[in-house]
């Protein structure tokens, strides 16, 4: 089918060649009054029908044709009209030499490209020239969305060293004006060493009213603690009838405070009162029983404040020796100027101590605060001075080893000085440098009363009666390199000068204290502590016969925790204590609990 197209377009390309041209003729635009000779045209001879094309061309391009005549005379200015005749011979056929030719099919297809219609907005907005920071404007707050409630917590576990663990935690729930709750604890162990053994259980309820003016809050709490004395020297056999005898500590306690609400109103009108007390009870005859009074009264006037502190601390102690009557007076006036860059502190804090022993005492009471580098870093300077009550309840939290019927003296705290700086370095570090020089008045030590030849191994507590100065440096240190890494410290250095007895005996004159507290995942939190304690002396012989202290060695304690959370209602832990497994002393022949790990499981109900 093709093939016959082909001939059909090749047979009229041959006739166009070969048809001959007729001749035609243009007359002048203008006729003149001249006659115009015409001539015949010449003959010309026509190519042969198998001449190629070029031939063609070649032929009429050769054609002798006269087409300009010259006819008539002159005009007026005596020039001759001009007539023209133009004779075609043939007709004008144009050749392409093969390389020129287009031999390429159209593409008949539609290639159209798509363009899609474009909107334009303008934006309505001022060119500013000002090149400024601008300040961030405030991140809009999450609307909050009300999520499982889980007032309750359960938390039990089990591990080494015959280790039991059990917290306990309830409450009211979601209530902006009452709440309410409660907790109990559990947490007991058996050491390695012949009745190494301890126990603590807290229980308690708690309650908070907010009403429109004032705050009422109350709790009450019990505590109980126990112990053996198991301490003598490990280097040597245990001692003809040592009294390992059980300690314990039971604590009742209770306090209610009425305050009024705060309010962001100018020269405000606030005061609260604090009534609270405690019974204490050891497993022998020491009691003690305390009752505390306390409120301020305070008047904003601007940038100034003025107001009045006050406390009625009364307190019996009583053992199979001696029941004393322990009481004090505080009155606390003082006035307040607070400003951008500053702030004073000024008063006088009045005791009067009262009961087995009397005494009158004024104390400055005062501090000052000036921004050195705004925003980052405060100058601090602090004068200050008070009556530290003897207690036997604090007595035994420091050291549970303690004895029967020692001696009761309150020590004073003639001046306090310290200065120092404090504020940030950087986003998320904050610091406290403090220096300090402190004299005390029958400052209190705790010491060894051992006689292991009746098998008795118990402290007691001395006073250094003149008195003592103690001078050193605290440091304090918060890293927040992120929500979910938290790194603080705190380091003390303390020198001691001591105005009646040789040394400060158990007192450590370095201590480190550390910790961190890692959320790697919404799963996976880690904490851990550091403690890093200085060597002490105890005035107790290191060798029998021999009048040399024995020296408490320094040691380091390291402690962490891992917390899985399964779901959000279960939760999984283990706790691993003393891992360096050191040999640690806080008093002497007391050691501490070696390695140790216990672990267990949370629940939220």
């Known amino acids: 089918m093709k093939l016959k197209y082909i001939y059909t377009l090749l047979s009229l390309i041959l006739a166009l060649y070969f048809v001959p041209a007729h001749a035609q003729t243009k007359k002048p635009a203008k006729k003149s009054t001249a006659k115009v000779t015409k001539k015949k045209p010449a003959k010309v001879n026509e190519p042969k029908h198998q001449a190629t094309a070029k031939n063609l061309g070649d032929a009429a391009s050769k054609v002798a044709v006269d087409t300009v005549k010259k006819g008539g005379k ?11 005749e133009i004779v075609v011979t043939t007709a004008y056929k144009p050749v392409l030499a093969d390389a020129v030719k287009i031999r390429i099919n159209p593409d008949l297809e539609d290639k159209t490209p798509f363009k899609a219609p474009l909107t334009y907005f ?39 060293l015959k280790t039991t663990f059990g917290e ?107 009534l609270k007390g405690y019974l204490f009870k050891d497993a022998y005859q020491g009691k003690e029983s305390n009752v505390v009074v306390s409120g301020f009264l305070n008047e904003t006037i601007n940038q100034f404040y003025a107001g009045l502190s006050g406390s009625l601390d009364l307190s019996t102690q009583q053992d199979s020796l001696f029941n004393y009557n322990n009481s004090l007076i505080r009155l606390n006036p003082y006035i307040k100027f607070q400003g951008d860059n500053y702030k004073i502190d000024a008063g006088i804090n009045i005791v009067d101590q009262f009961g087995f022993s009397s005494a009158f005492y004024i104390f400055p009471a005062a501090k000052l605060e000036l921004q050195v580098i705004p925003k980052y870093v405060r100058l601090f ?11 036997l309840l604090d007595f035994s939290q420091i050291n549970p080893f303690m004895g029967q019927n020692f001696n009761i003296k309150n020590s004073v705290d003639q001046l306090d000085i310290s200065a120092g700086l404090k504020g940030t370095i950087a986003p998320g570090l904050g610091f406290k440098a403090t220096v300090f020089r402190n004299t005390v008045k029958d400052m209190p030590l705790f010491v060894s009363n051992f006689d292991f030849s009746k098998g008795y191994n118990r402290f007691t507590v001395i006073y250094d009666g003149g008195k003592s100065r103690v001078t050193g440096f605290n440091g304090e240190l918060d890293l927040k390199a992120s929500d979910d890494l938290n790194i603080f410290g705190r380091v ?43 060597s002490a002396l105890d005035p107790h012989p290191l060798t029998a016969g021999s009048t040399a202290p024995t020296t408490v060695s320094s040691f380091a304690d390291l402690s962490g925790e891992v917390q899985y959370k399964a779901t959000k209602r279960f939760s999984v832990f283990v706790h691993v204590n003393n891992i360096l497994n050191g040999t640690n002393q806080t008093w002497l022949y007391y050691p501490d609990y070696g390695f140790n790990i216990f672990g267990g499981v949370g629940f939220s109900f």
């Open 74 to 84: 002159g005009n007026a200015n005596g020039n001759g009209t001009l007539s023209q």
């Open 122 to 160: 303008p934006v309505d907005k001022r060119l500013e020239q000002n090149n400024e920071i601008k300040p961030l404007e405030a991140m809009k707050k999450p609307v909050e969305r009300d999520s499982d409630q889980t007032n309750n917590y359960l938390k039990v576990g089990l591990g080494s």
């Open 492 to 534: 003390e250095f303390k020198n001691y000068q001591m105005a009646t007895v040789a040394q400060a005996w158990n007192l450590p004159k370095f201590k480190l204290t550390a910790g961190t507290a890692i959320h790697i995942s919404d799963k996976v939190d880690v904490t851990g502590s550091l403690l890093i304690r200085g």
């Open 168 to 274: 306990v935690y309830f409450a009211n729930g979601k209530d902006q004006a009452l709440q309410a709750g409660g907790y109990l604890k559990h947490f007991a162990q058996n050491g390695n060493l012949n009745k190494q053994n301890s126990a603590k259980e807290e229980a308690g309820i708690f309650g908070k009213s907010i009403g429109d003016e004032n705050s009422l809050t109350g709790r009450i709490d019990y505590n109980y603690r126990s112990n053996y004395f198991y301490g003598y020297d490990q280097s040597q056999l245990p001692p003809t009838g040592l009294q390992v005898n059980k300690q314990h500590f039971s604590t009742i306690s209770a306090e209610g405070e009425l305050a009024k609400n705060y309010k962001d109103v100018p020269n405000d009108f606030t005061y609260a009162l604090k």
């Open 381 to 391: 300077i602090e004068a200050k001075g008070d009556v530290n009550k003897s207690s």
